[in-house]
């Protein structure tokens, strides 16, 4: 029998009822597969089987429900009903899992007697990090499967878990031979012969909680969680399972879900997840990426360090050229002990980092690149020396071989220019450490071609990575706002503000660091060899705070010198007597008397000056679109994601108050600004605003 045009079909084998899951392309668990789902169980339920097996068609399980369906009133049957049925059914109900099962998808696995997975496949709870809790049971029964400590962190963290670590915490009962159909289905009908009774997970004992380790896992999580109300109420519903009988808290449980997912993070956070899939997409792009089998790399500082770190995972072999012996084994140590670090911390067993060690060869020889299919410079921001390196690679790769650049702010088009291959030319910023931080730029040239875009898009996906496609600007989307929400950081502390206020009113509203105390963790420098590179061309009129160049004269670079807009002892931040004299000297120069600012105050300027860049930057098509700017921000730079991202977070206030902030900041910069060009790019997102306030009542509410 099928149900809902064949979404959910329910087959005999061998006395067992075997329902399968087709929705294309993940089998989200929409309205017509709930529907389905029910039927399917319904009929089930009155034949003679020894158990029915649940699994999905194609390359998942139930990779989640339709998100969309989160900001309006959900149609029945809900998801608890299916579950119900699934408990409700005299025989044994054993999920097949395998891709992914995750939210309700996962919830409803929870719902079955067994539980069997593909070896490959993974399982998880992500509603927390999209504003919400699980709706359907994930909190009541993973706790009595985990206990609440372990069920406390794969719930509040969202973590994906892999099916053997699945079977160890018992959130498994075992692993198939391979996610073939037939091997599905057979292990799930072993598991049920085994098990040839009903066993719901709502009727077990939570298992004994150790107070202490309850107490560490609920601290991390509020930390991670920046004790967001959602994260709050699903430690309480985990913590519930332990006192209190599993159809009570499923009650609780459900009324959470039901408020969180019509609050504005919820909203945000959908907006965001929308946003990041939208980001990996480029608008009208046609073209097979080439393939990626040997990555190079030019230059073993830092970032060229990192870059190999996060290359490495991907099971790639590198081949990492440094200018002399010396600097080539230093930078192979390094990447050695980075690895023995991560082995030492059980982030990566010993196998997996002899393996990847296996996969990087250090060497001071260009002509070792001639093999490469992608080589990447990450070599000393300067663009004479960028360009005289890529003059020599054009020498030296193959036909076809993509050649990418590293930087964080020079003109791509003007390195393109000096190699005979500029169609093969693209820009992949990496953010540092390159290896832990999510987000990359791929910054596409005047003239990249399809094949190299397509190409670089895949090896983001191919590494992990959050890409977001930009154009050549200086500082192209990131740091070109974020040096404007620097520069305005700067203004403020000139004009009255400490930077300690500056950066206590940049992390009340959510940042994870003000900017002061992110310059001091980068390196002042950084900053002051960019402002040294363009003095020759600056504005003469333009507003220029001079404060950031004196802390460099001083030797004041940051944490790495013990002193930048803080003084640092033993790695600690606390103010800076030496810097208060500094700002007040450069006050003197300027004959400027200190003024007072609330943190209403430096939150708007700072807002305003991002929104003002942000506003130009999609104008003049550096960005494609609002939720890419949202998304770098937000992955690149500490801009807080419950917010959704700045455009979303400011789509969100009024007209008049977004006119205000603009028009503050450019009088602080002497740039008159009206705020009519950052209301019209926020004009679509209102709209979008508009239309799920319709939707929340199910589109009875005028608006």
Same mark, same amino acid.
């Given at each position: ?107 409803? #696995?929870?719902?079955? +007697? &067994?539980? /069997? =997975? !593909?070896?490959? %496949?993974?399982?998880?709870? @992500? ?51 391979? #996610?073939?159909?037939? +091997? &599905?289905? /057979? =292990? !799930?009908?072993? %598991?049920?012969?085994?098990? @040839? ?507």
């Amino acid at each position: 029998m099928t149900r809902d045009e064949d979404v959910v079909r329910l087959e005999i084998s061998d006395g067992f009822g075997i329902v399968t899951v087709d929705n294309p392309p993940v089998n989200a668990g929409s309205t017509a597969v709930r529907a389905g789902l029910l039927a399917c169980l319904f009929e089930a339920a009155n034949l003679d089987l020894k158990g029915t097996v649940i699994l999905g068609a194609g390359r998942s399980f139930i990779a989640g429900s339709d998100i969309r369906e989160f900001g309006a009133p959900l149609e029945a049957p809900e998801l608890p009903q299916v579950i119900d049925a699934v408990e409700d059914s005299p025989h044994p109900v054993c999920a097949a899992i395998h891709g992914a099962a995750l939210g309700g998808g996962f919830e409803l #696995a929870l719902g079955c +007697d &067994l539980r /069997i =997975a !593909a070896p490959n %496949a993974v399982v998880g709870l @992500p509603e927390v990090t999209l504003g919400m809790v699980p709706g359907a049971g994930g909190t009541q029964r993973l706790p009595r499967l985990t206990g609440v400590a372990t069920a406390l962190s794969l719930i509040c963290s969202g973590r994906r878990v892999r099916a053997p670590e699945a079977l160890e915490l018992g959130v498994v009962d075992a692993l198939a031979a391979s #996610a073939e159909a037939t +091997d &599905l289905i /057979i =292990a !799930a009908k072993d %598991a049920i012969l085994a098990v @040839p009774t009903k066993r719901r997970v709502r009727d077990m004992n939570v298992p004994y909680a150790d107070d202490d380790a309850v107490a560490q896992a609920e601290a991390v999580a509020l930390k991670r969680g920046k004790s967001r109300p959602n994260v709050e109420k699903a430690i309480a519903l985990v913590k519930l399972s332990a006192t209190t009988p599993a159809a009570q808290g499923l009650i609780q449980e459900r009324a959470a879900f039901q408020s969180l997912r019509l609050e504005e993070d919820a909203f945000a956070l959908r907006h965001l997840f929308f946003a990041e899939r939208a980001a990996m997409r480029i608008d009208g792009l046609d073209a097979t990426p080439a393939k990626i089998e040997t990555v190079g790399i030019v230059g073993g500082g830092t970032m060229g360090q990192g870059i190999c770190r996060a290359v490495l995972p991907a099971g790639l072999p590198v081949t990492l050229i440094e200018r002399n012996v010396s600097a080539r084994d230093t930078a192979a140590h390094a990447i050695k002990s980075a690895l023995e670090g991560s082995v030492a911390k059980g982030r990566l067993s010993a196998e997996a980092a002899v393996l990847q060690q296996s996969f990087l060869t250090a060497s001071t020889e260009l002509s070792d690149l001639a093999g490469c299919d992608l080589v990447i410079e990450a070599v000393f921001e300067d663009i004479t020396v960028k360009k005289e390196l890529f003059a020599a690679l054009d020498t030296v790769l193959k036909p076809g071989a993509i050649l990418a650049t590293n930087t964080s702010y020079l003109d791509i088009n003007d390195m393109a220019a000096s190699t005979t291959r500029a169609t093969d030319v693209v820009g992949l910023h990496f953010f540092s450490p390159a290896d832990i931080m999510n987000l990359l730029e791929v910054v596409r040239t005047t003239d990249s071609s399809d094949r190299t875009l397509a190409t670089a898009m895949g090896f983001a996906k191919a590494l992990g990575k959050q890409p977001v496609v930009a154009r050549v600007s200086e500082g192209f989307i990131g740091n070109r706002i974020y040096a404007a929400y620097r520069r305005h950081a700067e203004f403020l502390i000139e004009e009255g503000a400490s930077p300690q206020e500056v950066d206590t009113a940049a992390t009340d509203f959510g940042f994870a660091m003000g900017p002061c105390a992110v310059g001091d963790m980068s390196g002042l420098d950084i900053a002051w060899a960019m402002r040294t590179r363009q003095a020759a061309t600056r504005d003469p009129t333009a507003r220029y705070v001079d404060i950031p160049d004196r802390l460099c004269e001083a030797g004041r670079f940051g944490r790495k010198t013990g002193g930048g807009w803080y003084d640092y002892d033993g790695g600690k931040r606390k103010p800076s007597d030496t810097v208060a004299c500094i700002i007040a000297d450069a006050r003197a120069a300027k004959g400027v008397t200190p003024r007072t600012f609330t943190a209403q105050d430096i939150q708007d300027r700072l807002l305003g000056a991002i929104l003002t860049e942000a506003a130009q930057v999609l104008s003049e098509g550096i960005a494609q679109r609002a939720g890419d700017i949202d998304v770098t921000l937000v992955h690149g730079y500490g801009f807080p994601r419950w917010t959704g991202g700045p455009l979303w977070w400011a789509s969100g206030q009024s007209a008049d108050r977004v006119e205000q902030m603009v028009v503050a900041v450019g009088k602080a910069a002497g740039t008159p600004n009206d705020g009519a060009l950052v209301n019209t790019i926020l004009a679509p997102l209102r709209a979008e605003r508009q239309e799920i306030e319709r939707k929340k009542t199910g589109g009875n509410r005028p608006v």
